[in-house]
């Protein structure tokens, strides 16, 4: 099995920065693309950002410049870098995973997410 563990939510003041830490174990043969989503009460759920293995990212229009994603490929882990926050980046953030296993001496690929974390950011 494969699992994402996530960390670093929080409340913060408006401007304030916080740092989310995603990390994927189990039986992992390679983590692939890897990014964030978030999905706000009443919203529908929203990709952030991503990052491949070879670190080309992609942001929403509405985090460019505030946010960073980033990978540690040696510790399959994600980051999430949140500055100057703004009170519409408040929701629950979740990590997610392209992930290759090796498991019965097969390989397949499936689609992983985390347990999500509360951001939130006060006026």
């Known amino acids: 099995q494969v699992q994402l563990v996530e960390s670093g939510g929080g409340l913060v003041q408006a401007g304030g920065s916080l740092r989310l830490s995603c990390a994927a174990s189990?039986?992992?043969?390679?983590?692939?693309?890897m990014g964030w989503y978030r999905q706000a009460p009443g919203k529908q759920r929203e990709l952030v950002a991503a990052?491949?293995?070879?670190?080309?990212?992609n942001y929403i229009d509405s985090v460019k410049g505030r946010f960073t994603i980033s990978r540690d490929n040696a510790k399959n882990t994600v980051y999430l870098q949140m500055n100057s926050l703004k009170p519409e980046d408040t929701a629950v953030y979740y990590c997610?995973?392209?992930?290759?296993?090796?498991?019965?001496?097969?390989?397949?690929?499936?689609?992983?997410w985390g347990q999500g974390t509360q951001v939130t950011v006060s006026s």
């Open positions: 990052i491949t293995t070879g670190g080309s990212t």
């Open positions: 189990g039986t992992i043969y390679s983590v692939n693309v």
């Open positions: 997610n995973a392209d992930v290759t296993y090796y498991r019965r001496a097969k390989y397949g690929t499936d689609d992983y």
